[in-house]
């Protein structure tokens, strides 16, 4: 139960209590944001938040990182446009000296003015990475577009020009003003502690902030815009919305339920009819979003070459269907759970918890009880939905962003006459008066369980299903994890097994096409979905009701074992688009996106000519030749029971789910599966150019080692040690001393025939050369000279990563699910972490050793046009990791992009 207390000075607090979750989130939200700023000041408030990371008083920027992350906590700081937020996780036992040193950053920030242009140059890389993302880019000139000329259209990190020009003065005055109101702060606690504990914290670090009264928020008017960037991108990114109700408005709860309607899964008319009946996108969502005084609502997504137009007029034919014909009670009723379901879901999590709290009473002043919002939509009638729909489209203000190719995109006035069109010949109900206030006496927004210590249970059926749960409250989690990945494919084959992923949800023997989405997500009130890797193919099903266990498991089991695979579903009907279709819509936003690049690249490379290389989307080449018959050859090879891991996390016990699956699946018989190809790591050097990069996106690994090898778990360390968090060792030296770039990582790729170790970063052509030299210089630092209180760093950072992996039950059960057909037996938390703790220094630098004897790969993606002379040969890269290059080697000659 969340319980609300207010210091004298104002500052309002909100503490959850979680026992023994082990873990504690702690988070202050201050009432600023970037709608709070005159233009001449865009992206002042994100400078001065961030800055607040560069030390304070007493503590250097490395202090605080080490301080926080030598106990198992994180610090993360953001801006929006309508609040600053300052959040920290610890373990239990490190809380208070954790939260103290929270306090420290907020209240006695140094601004050094070295430490804020070191800021500067980190804010302005990540200004030029939202720039190389088209998604992002049409994201931030929609709200351009749709709030023209206010604060609340412009990018909360500002721009290039503005950021350059800030002074030190200026960041310290914004920062001054941010702490002026204590009325805009909120505390916010959630997790393993008491709130007298959390009354004392607050008390103690922040009961002497005085100030004066808080200044109004600026009125925000929804005006419209059109904003149109053509490019030779494979798709185009659009957003294109309307005016919506604000949060106050009676008609909100219209708003929302319209979202969900139209936008609320796979059986959601949205997804139906522009990918599954078209094929025209790959994803497609709606959004409501509210504010003080307006809103908005739109729809966004990404459309290969000549798709714009039907996308378009689609969409509003949509809105034109529920303008005329309103929405039938069963789809409200299903809409309505599946809100309630997914804010439940919010509040797993004590992080999640602690923001959603925090966001309460900031936009409404008290927290908002869950049964509160359920009697609001309760009330909400299709009459309600039709008016909102009709006013959003009744001025013809629209907003648009359309980043790529232009190809049959609308004119302005066709948008405005489509618009138009939607409303013609139809007479809407008049708004209803204001019902009266239905707010409830409940003082908590979500009522916690208490968790019983359960343990993960297995049973193996004699045809080889293994069969793994946790009994814990909540929603359900449940799904089928298959040993089928893309390294099983034949270069004919390439894209295979995530094709069939695709097409196991288009239909079964007992469902057929679209059924299985409109049952889980209307009857069973939950979600589904589906993700393929190089090892294996997982179906899962979450946010559940506790009684829907057999039923989906039926789905599920039909899926994976005798899903149709109709010729029809994938090749499309009477000459239109399929379920290939779809997923080589995928490829396409994949072939836009820098990171999809420069992970494909950097596989290619590691093992070249090889299953475990190729990219588990395949191409578009191997997608058009391979037949559905092809398909289910490959499916009947490898959906075996003895290949097939069945998990469910949630209010369900070991006994009856294995009754159910043993019924069911029991008497399938075993097969002869083909085993997991060993991949042969062979290294190399390689880069792409392309049009939207504006940095060098680097990835540079090393061969490592399978999920279920001994060394995992150092190289897990290891990754830990050297990029993760602000107190590593790559960030101290490579993103803080030497500012070659604005943020490293480092970490290991497994799977259960291999992996990579690997460091990622993005930049500046000239940079490369040094960074990889400093990544070298570090491990071989790290190789020769590893200290105790870096390994129990480490080992604090990965127990904090442990529990959050259990958190929530979909993510409990994706693990369990993962990691028992990895291992092929059960594999308990008590067991990873007695792993974790048993590695000892010399583990770390052994595997810091085998990194360093590794053939490297090296992948880029760089900008268009790079002199290749910049970018380091593979003999070079050989030599900056032996330490016998120079750092900045002399440019050679031009040669050809690889």
Request: with cysteine; aromatic share 6%; hydrophobic share 35%.
């Amino acid at each position: 139960m969340a319980k609300i207390f207010k210091l004298p000075n104002g500052v309002t607090c909100v503490s959850e209590e979680r026992p023994q979750t082990g873990k504690v989130s702690m988070q202050i939200h201050i009432k600023s944001g970037s709608l709070h700023e005159s233009a001449e000041e865009n992206g002042l408030t994100f400078l001065a938040q961030e800055s607040c990371n560069g030390g304070t008083a007493t503590r250097s920027r490395e202090q605080i990182a080490e301080d926080i992350e030598s106990k198992g906590g994180s610090l993360s700081t953001s801006t929006s446009r309508g609040s600053t937020i300052f959040s920290v996780s610890a373990l239990t036992r490190h809380a208070e000296e954790t939260f103290a040193i929270l306090a420290d950053v907020i209240r006695n920030p140094a601004f050094d003015a070295a430490e804020i242009q070191k800021t500067k140059t980190q804010i302005g890389q990540w200004i030029s990475q939202q720039e190389e993302s088209p998604a992002t880019k049409a994201n931030l000139k929609f709200y351009e577009s749709a709030f023209t000329g206010q604060p609340f259209g412009s990018n909360p990190m500002g721009s290039q020009e503005l950021l350059s020009s800030f002074t030190p003065e200026q960041v310290r005055k914004k920062y001054a003003e941010l702490l002026a109101h204590p009325e805009n702060i909120i505390i916010s606690f959630s997790g393993d502690i008491t709130t007298a504990q959390a009354e004392k914290l607050a008390g103690d670090y922040f009961g002497d902030l005085a100030g004066t009264t808080p200044a109004t928020t600026p009125l925000m008017t929804f005006t419209g815009g059109d904003f149109r960037e053509a490019n030779n991108n494979d798709q185009l990114n659009i957003q294109f919305g309307f005016p919506a109700p604000h949060k106050d408005h009676p008609d909100r709860h219209a708003a929302l339920m319209l979202e969900e309607f139209l936008s609320g899964g796979m059986s959601s008319p949205l997804f139906q009819e522009i990918r599954e009946k078209r094929g025209l996108v790959y994803s497609v969502g709606a959004r409501y979003a509210k504010t003080t005084t307006s809103g908005f609502f739109n729809i966004a997504a990404g459309t290969g070459k000549g798709n714009a137009g039907q996308l378009v007029s689609v969409s509003l034919d949509l809105l034109g269907t529920v303008i005329r014909d309103g929405v039938d009670q069963k789809s409200l009723d299903q809409a309505r759970e599946r809100i309630i379901r997914s804010n439940k879901n919010s509040y797993e999590t004590s992080s999640g918890a602690s923001a959603c709290q925090a966001g309460h009473i900031i936009a409404y002043g008290r927290l908002i009880p869950l049964d509160e919002t359920e009697e609001y939509l309760k009330q909400v009638t299709s009459d309600d939905i039709r008016r909102v729909c009709a006013e959003m489209l009744r001025e013809g203000k629209y907003a648009l962003s359309a980043v790529g190719p232009q190809d049959t995109l609308p004119s302005a006035q066709e948008i405005k006459d489509m618009m138009q069109k939607q409303l013609q010949g139809v007479t809407l109900p008049a708004a209803k008066p204001v019902a009266a206030s239905i707010k409830t006496q409940l003082t908590q927004a979500a009522k916690k369980e208490e968790a019983p210590n359960t343990e993960p249970k297995i049973t193996v059926l004699k045809n080889g299903m293994m069969v793994v749960t946790v009994e814990r409250p909540g929603t359900l989690a449940c799904g089928a994890w298959v040993g089928a990945g893309s390294s099983h494919e034949t270069p004919a084959l390439n894209g295979a097994t995530h094709m069939n992923e695709h097409m196991m949800f288009k239909g079964t023997p007992s469902y057929g096409p679209g059924q299985i989405d409109r049952l889980v997500e209307g009857e069973l009130g939950g979600h589904l979905n589906a993700y393929t890797s190089r090892d294996k193919t997982a179906y899962y099903f979450y946010s559940l009701k506790a009684d829907a266990l057999e039923k989906v498991i039926d789905i599920c089991g039909e899926m994976v074992f005798q899903a149709n695979l109709d010729h029809e579903e994938y090749n499309g009907k009477n000459g239109g688009k399929g379920e290939r279709d779809v997923v080589i819509e995928e490829i396409r936003r994949a072939n836009d996106d820098i990171n999809s690049r420069k992970w494909d690249k950097l596989f290619e490379t590691a093992y070249p000519d090889q299953e475990h290389g190729r990219p588990i989307l395949g191409t578009e080449t191997t997608l058009r030749a391979i037949t559905v018959q092809q398909l289910a050859a490959y499916r009947d090879e490898f959906y075996a029971p003895n290949n097939v891991v069945f998990s469910a996390t949630g209010p369900i016990k070991h006994e009856d789910f294995v009754a159910l699956i043993e019924r069911k699946y029991g008497h399938m018989p075993a097969k002869n599966c083909p085993p997991l190809p060993a991949p042969s790591y062979q290294g190399g050097t390689a880069f792409i150019e392309m049009e939207s990069a504006r940095l060098c996106n680097v990835a540079l690994t090393a061969e490592s080692v399978s999920s279920t090898d001994p060394d995992n778990k150092a190289y897990e360390i290891l990754g830990m040690i050297l990029g993760n968090g602000a107190s590593s060792r790559l960030n101290r030296e490579i993103v803080i001393n030497q500012e070659l770039t604005a943020g490293v990582g480092a970490g290991n790729s497994d799977y259960r025939n291999g992996g990579l170790f690997l460091v990622v970063a993005s930049v500046q052509t000239e940079k490369v050369k040094p960074f990889i030299d400093a990544v070298y210089a570090e491990i071989r630092k790290l190789a020769g000279d590893l200290t105790p209180g870096e390994l129990d760093k480490a080992k604090a950072a990965l127990e904090m990563n442990l529990l959050s992996d259990l958190e929530t039950n979909r993510s409990a059960c994706d693990q369990h699910g993962c990691n028992t057909l990895a291992y092929g037996r059960l594999v308990t938390p008590a067991e990873i972490s007695a792993q974790i703790q048993k590695l000892t220094v010399d583990d770390i630098k052994r595997v810091a050793g085998k990194v360093l004897a590794s053939n490297p790969t090296l992948a880029m993606v760089v900008p268009k046009g790079t002199n290749p002379g910049h970018l380091p040969k593979h003999e070079e890269v050989i030599a900056l990791r032996d330490g016998k290059g120079p750092q900045n080697g002399s440019p050679r000659p031009d040669g050809p992009v690889v």
